[in-house]
Structures are given as C-alpha cells and as structure tokens.
C-alpha cells in the first residue's frame, strides 16, 4: 500500500506555543484530510483539502496541501491542554476509492 | 445525528471462536471502511466497500471477511480468531468522489486471547 511518512512522531510543548507537523508521501494525493484522535474514540475530521497549493483554517489550525501534492502540513497556534491527541494525516490517491494513513503524531501540552 | 454507528465497543474472544462486528451508517455514503489499528501505530485497512452488494480487499484483509447487502451496513466477521487479531477496529463511510470525507465510528477493542 501507499506509505505515508508523518512527522515528528511526538511532541511535548508548553501551552501557548505552536506546533507543526507534516506529512510526505512518495506518490501524489488528490485529497489530504487531518484527523484528531482522542484515546478511546475514533479519529475527527479537522481540516480537508482538495487542491494543490491549498490553505485552509479552521479555528487555531491551518492546514497547506502541498504543491507537488506528495505532502501536507498542519499547524496549531497558541496550543491548549485540550489540543492534547493523536493528529493523523490522510490521503486520497488515485483511483479514488483508498484512504492512506500516516503512523500519527502524538501532542502533548504541558500547562 | 447518529453517523457511523459500530457495535460492540469491547469483546473478548477466545482463540479459534467466531464473531462479527457491526457497522451501520445513516448518512447514505457509498463508500464504507474497516481499518484495525495496533498501539502506536497508524489504520490499517482491511477491506472496503463501494456499494451494496461490492466488496474488495485492503492491505491486511488475511482473517477477516465482509458483506455490503445494503447502503446502511457493512460487518466484518472473524471466523478463527487469533491473538494477532488484538486490535482496535474502526469502521468509516464517505461519499465517492476526491472531495468524499471519511467518517468513523467510535471503534471496537478486540482482546483474543
């Protein structure tokens, strides 16, 4: 299967700083999506995106799909405890009927 | 409004025993998923689905089996469990199309033991 390689892996920051991670395929995606994860519930949709070159914000997130399309990145400003997860990156590759996952990052925040 | 509705949330199988897990949608997707995910690790998907009555293989689709007799629901049966089957699985619906966004239940935790 396609392999997505999401990074970093983990991270532990202070409240109110900002955090980015990023997702790089070998093959190209028509469709990026970012995926929260709470422990014991399955992953929310946070941000889609369907285009190259794409910015799109939700809230404190911005997400950019990447303009080779083989790669997207997610941002979080000002984070708060409850920003606390697992993000997971996803990929819609052709023929359109496949999601892909990246292997997650997980957030801590520290207040 | 419900979504994707998986049951049960939790079992304990012994190894060798059968059971299915059930997934039913309401929100008229086509597309319906299963994926397991292992601690630490990201989705795996095991099969999928893009229409009653049409099934297909994922990447770890060994152990496992599905149906799609209706839009609605899509179950996964494990006929011999084994422990490697520890997991927990997510079932997904989306509409087709690049712009279909997936949708998840709230996952089953599997223990075979």
């Known amino acids: 299967g396609q392999q997505l390689n999401q990074s970093p892996q983990s991270m532990f920051i202070q409240e109110g700083e900002d955090v980015s991670m990023n997702c790089t395929s070998s093959s190209i995606f028509n469709t990026w999506l970012w995926y929260k994860q709470d422990p014991g519930e399955g992953p929310v949709l946070l941000i889609a995106l369907y285009k190259a070159g794409e910015l799109t914000s939700n809230g404190r997130l911005t997400a950019q799909f990447g303009i080779t399309r083989k790669d997207s990145f997610l941002n979080i400003s000002a984070s708060i405890p409850s920003d606390v997860g697992i993000y997971f990156c996803a990929g819609l590759a052709p023929p359109g009927n496949q999601f892909y996952f990246g292997t997650g990052t997980s957030l801590t925040v520290i207040p | 409004n419900a979504g994707v509705t998986q049951t049960p949330k939790f079992r304990i199988l012994k190894i060798g025993q059968s059971m299915t897990l059930q997934c039913t949608q309401d929100?008229?997707?086509?597309?319906m998923y299963w994926y397991r995910q292992d601690p630490g690790m990201g989705l795996k998907l095991i099969y999928y689905s893009v229409g009653a009555g049409i099934t297909d293989k994922g990447e770890v689709p060994n152990g496992y089996n599905v149906s799609r007799s209706t839009t609605e629901d899509f179950p996964l049966r494990l006929e011999l469990a084994a422990p490697s089957q520890t997991s927990v699985y997510f079932c997904?619906?989306?509409?087709?199309?690049?712009?279909?966004?997936?949708?998840f239940g709230e996952g089953s935790r599997l223990t075979v033991l």
């Open positions: 929100m008229n997707h086509n597309y």
């Open positions: 997904a619906s989306s509409t087709a199309g690049w712009t279909g966004e997936l949708f």
